[in-house]
């Protein structure tokens, strides 16, 4: 798993993607640009599965109310690589290094 750093510009994108649509749109996924946007997602483990992509390396969130209920819209980027199996640090290349930082979800 790649390091998830937040980028404010990709919240923009989020919000970008949700003038398009209506204020409350079913949960779905829209790929866009080498950019993913998940609207309207519910759940902590749906989340976390979400950011836990093998490409993704930025993300941005923009929580929000769909009538009484509190969702989530989410966007990472997407880049095209597989899973690679190992202990941290496996086949990096070389702009990437070991961090042992961790990302947390809030409650």
Do not use: W
Request: positive net charge; charged residues 20%; aromatic residues 4%.
């Amino acid at each position: 798993m790649n390091a998830l750093v937040y980028n404010k510009k990709l919240k923009k994108k989020a919000l970008e993607q949700l003038s398009y649509s209506v204020p409350c749109p079913q949960p779905s996924i829209i790929s866009h640009n080498n950019l993913d946007v998940y609207l309207n997602v519910k759940g902590h483990d749906l989340i976390v599965e979400l950011l836990s992509a093998t490409g993704s390396t930025q993300m941005a969130c923009v929580r929000s109310k769909c009538g009484d209920e509190d969702v989530i819209r989410l966007v990472t980027d997407v880049h095209d690589s597989s899973p690679i199996h190992g202990p941290p640090g496996t086949k990096c290349s070389p702009d990437r290094r070991v961090s042992s930082t961790s990302f947390t979800l809030p409650n």
